[in-house]
């Protein structure tokens, strides 16, 4: 990977790790902000919830204009409103005070949309830039990012939550601003043709790609949507929990609440580097991953000291480290260069809704006790564990460009795929090529 790669990769891993901090920073001040604004414990998830759903819900229409227009320019307008709907947020906390509660959720609302047209589309710009073995790196490098994101972001949180329980909010215009910049001017996005097609066409085609490969589409959606609802519906309930049972607080407590996400940033960054192109692989550390994450659900409740707790917790951050970014890969390569802004838009989408819905009904269940708190979610998790096992399909899985090198600023390896005759077809990759006997690939 030259130098030009090296810097938009760089440039691009700022979006997941801007875009991770909407969510993360504020966790470890929610306890503050419910006992400022005297909230319900649902209130209070609804922080959360309100910059997920929106997300989520806006993402499809963020990755047809992607795929229409160009990635770049999504990318940048969607960072800039991001950071627009955390001043709006922090500003109402400032001068509405306990009457603010509304307007911060407005502020939220603003930044989920922001948040929309971010990571998912930076995942699918990443796709169009890296090929062959690097792809699987260079997606698990975004993901490791994303982890990254999660590390850092209780403890920032939590320092800037000692000046003022709104502080983190007013944080994220200044964090966005060089993001920006970075994406605009340091990467060179490929010049593949880009679809002109309305959005009566655009549902035309999603319906034709999940017609061919549905199976393993959905049964991945669902495997990322609940990784994801587990890991914020952990983190949310870690908040509270911490304080009531072992008296952590403050910086404390944010670097508590980093530990499973520390363990998941470290494991995401290793399974992409390990996976490479191995497809066969990749579906078993997605089983795996699910299977621990379950794992650690079904043990928390019987960890009677601090360290069990904490290996538990720790053992679902490793989980979701197996899963994400294999999932990102398996996603990424069951679509052309055309079709997978759409693709990976809608998975973007599941993933918010994962993240929307984690807290909200991990803060249902604790009033009705820690075992159905964890034991539900983790019958979830082996559900989808046992549906990927099934429905992944390795012959779905295609190398574009496996055999060549990138060439920064020309796009070639992005035009030529699968376009006119001259094209470099995308061929289904061999099930004995996608496993063990591809390792030296």
Not at 10 to 26: C, D, Q
Not at 186 to 199: D, T
Not at 390 to 413: A, K, S, V
Not at 415 to 433: E, T
Request: proline share 5%; hydrophobic share 50%; net charge positive.
């Amino acid at each position: 990977m030259d130098k030009k790669l090296k810097l938009s990769l760089a440039a691009m891993s700022g979006v997941p790790l801007i875009m991770v901090l909407g969510n993360s920073m504020i966790i470890p001040v929610l306890p503050e902000i419910k006992e400022a604004l005297k909230l319900t414990p649902f209130q209070v998830s609804l922080l959360i919830t309100m910059f997920s759903v929106p997300a989520g819900l806006i993402i499809p229409l963020a990755g047809f204009l992607s795929d229409r227009f160009g990635r770049k320019i999504v990318i940048a307008p969607s960072l800039v409103l991001y950071g627009l709907g955390g001043v709006a947020a922090g500003l109402a906390a400032l001068f509405l005070q306990e009457s603010a509660y509304g307007a911060i959720l407005g502020g939220r609302v603003l930044q989920g949309i922001g948040a929309a047209g971010t990571a998912p589309i930076a995942m699918a710009l990443s796709a169009d830039i890296f090929t062959g073995k690097n792809r699987g790196k260079a997606l698990g490098i975004l993901e490791a990012t994303n982890g990254l994101g999660k590390v850092v972001s209780p403890i920032l949180g939590s320092l800037i939550g000692l000046l003022a329980w709104f502080g983190p909010f007013l944080l994220f215009p200044f964090i966005v601003v060089p993001v920006v910049l970075g994406v605009w001017f340091l990467i060179q996005e490929p010049a593949g043709q880009r679809k002109k097609e309305g959005p009566a066409e655009y549902i035309k085609s999603l319906k034709k790609i999940f017609a061919k490969k549905a199976e393993t589409l959905l049964s991945s959606f669902l495997a990322g949507s609940v990784a994801l609802m587990i890991l914020f519906g952990v983190l949310f309930f870690l908040s509270g929990y911490l304080e009531q049972t072992f008296g952590l607080d403050g910086v404390a407590k944010g670097t508590a609440l980093a530990v499973p996400v520390l363990f998941m940033s470290v494991t995401s960054f290793a399974t992409g580097v390990l996976i490479k192109k191995r497809f066969k692989l990749m579906k078993a550390l997605v089983v795996t991953g699910l299977s621990l994450i379950a794992a650690s659900l079904i043990a928390l409740p019987l960890c009677n000291n601090v360290y069990y707790f904490f290996t538990a917790i720790s053992a679902s951050g490793i989980g979701a480290g197996l899963v994400l970014p294999c999932l990102n890969t398996i996603i990424t390569s069951a679509t052309d260069q055309d079709e997978r802004g759409m693709v990976t838009s809608l998975y973007g989408s599941v993933r918010f809704f994962g993240v929307a819905f984690g807290p909200p009904i991990f803060g249902l269940l604790m009033g009705r006790g820690m075992k159905l708190m964890a034991w539900g979610p983790a019958a979830l998790t082996l559900l989808a564990a046992a549906l990927a096992l099934f429905l992944i399909e390795i012959r779905d899985l295609q190398e574009d460009g496996g055999n060549q090198e990138e060439r920064p600023g020309t796009g070639e390896e992005s035009r030529s795929a699968g376009r006119g005759p001259a094209a470099q077809k995308h061929l289904p990759v061999r099930a004995d090529r996608a496993g063990g006997n591809g390792g030296n690939q």
